[in-house]
T-cell receptor, first 108, second 113 residues
Framework: ELKVEQNPLFLSMQEGKNYTIYCNYS?????LYWYRQDPGKSLESLFV?????AVKQEGRLMASLDTKARLSTLHITAAVHDLSATYFC????????FGAGTILRVKS | NAGVTQTPKFQVLKTGQSMTLQCAQD?????MYWYRQDPGMGLRLIYY???????DKGEVPNGYNVSRLNKREFSLRLESAAPSQTSVYFC????????????FGPGTRLTVT
């Protein structure tokens, strides 16, 4: 059974700081996705990572995938309040298996 | 182009009542999915439909049934609601089962008392 673990589960950070969210998974897959969810809202796709070594960047967020280590990271650079949300990684084994989510609060 | 739509947005049921959650997509996608989201647990797959006419169980199918009515519509039925089914339910669709991106509906918040 595939397990997907995110850490930390809760992250409170100051504006302007950098931080990384980690997503570990337990079985072979070379497809991983990151989603953002605002409170009371649906999921918005952020990044699609399709191969070992894939790196995608959008604004202050950068995601990477290491399939050998079964690890993806979501790096936040110079955080701003608008990035406050819950971030999920999901591993694709023809069905998506989600991590528990990381609640990010950026304090101004 | 509305994407994925779900009805209702909110629902309160008493234990033992039944109801159907509706989902429709207008993107001509072949595959559709139902998830539930509980605090601290991410999303868990209830049922999915790889294509019109097929449905399969996901991770947590007990207490639910689904119908793929046509290519556009995929409904989720609770025959006898239980408090453990209090959750937020999301429908999603993708071009095919092996396609890289799923698109999510706005969700249905269900409370069973």
């Amino acid at each position: 059974e595939l397990k997907v673990e995110q850490n930390p589960l809760f992250l409170s950070m100051q504006e302007g700081k950098n931080y990384t969210i980690y997503c570990n998974y337990s079985t072979t897959s070379d497809r991983l996705y990151w989603y953002r969810q605002d409170p009371g809202k649906s999921l918005e796709s952020l990044f699609v990572l399709l191969s070992n070594g894939a790196v995608k960047q959008e604004g202050r967020l950068m995601a990477s995938l290491d399939t050998k280590a079964r690890l993806s990271t979501l790096h936040i650079t110079a955080a701003v309040h608008d990035l406050s949300a819950t971030y999920f990684c999901a591993v694709d084994i023809f069905k998506l298996v989600f991590g528990a989510g990381t609640i990010l609060r950026v304090k101004s | 182009n509305a994407g994925v739509t779900q009805t209702p947005k909110f629902q309160v049921l008493k234990t033992g009542q039944s109801m159907t959650l509706q989902c429709a997509q207008d993107m001509n996608h072949n595959s559709m999915y139902w998830y539930r989201q509980d605090p601290g647990m991410g999303l868990r797959l209830i049922y999915y439909s790889a294509s019109e006419g097929t449905t399969d169980k996901g991770e947590v199918p007990n207490g639910y049934n689904v119908s793929r009515l046509n290519k556009r519509e995929f409904s989720l039925r609770l025959e006898s609601a239980a408090p453990s089914q209090t959750s937020v339910y999301f429908c999603a669709s993708s071009v095919t089962l092996a396609t890289y991106e799923q698109y999510f509906g706005p969700g249905t918040r269900l409370t069973v008392t």
